[in-house]
């Protein structure tokens, strides 16, 4: 059983900068694909960006070049930086371990994008 803690989320201000972590318990996240999920009220949730155990990146459209997703094996953490952030990218943020077809859902991070 594998599990997740969010942490790092926040008010910011557009344009600003926030960094998520994801710390994992109960095993070793190194062999997971490793992904970073949100949920803005009345929408569904989508994929922000994730990351596969050989170091492979995938990014929403909407997020390309302003987020990046890495990890830290040693402290079993998935980190998920965001610059440049924009009002629409307000939403509860979820980090999620998957192995085959078992996945793994933390409890969310609430990131707000407001003047």
């Known amino acids: 059983q594998v599990q997740l803690v969010e942490s790092g989320g926040g008010l910011v201000q557009p344009g600003g900068s926030l960094r998520l972590s994801c710390v994992g318990s109960?095993?070793?996240?190194?062999?997971?694909?490793m992904g970073w999920y949100r949920q803005a009220p009345g929408k569904q949730r989508e994929l922000v960006a994730d990351?596969?155990?050989?170091?492979?990146?995938n990014y929403a459209d909407s997020v390309k070049g302003r987020f990046t997703i890495s990890r830290d094996n040693a402290k079993n953490t998935v980190y998920l930086q965001m610059n440049g952030l924009k009002p629409e990218d307000t939403a509860v943020y979820y980090c999620?371990?998957?192995?085959?077809?078992?996945?793994?859902w933390g409890q969310g991070t609430q990131v707000t994008v407001s003047s």
């Open positions: 999620n371990a998957r192995w085959g077809a078992t996945g793994y």
């Open positions: 109960g095993s070793i996240l190194s062999g997971y694909v």
């Open positions: 990351l596969t155990s050989r170091g492979y990146t």
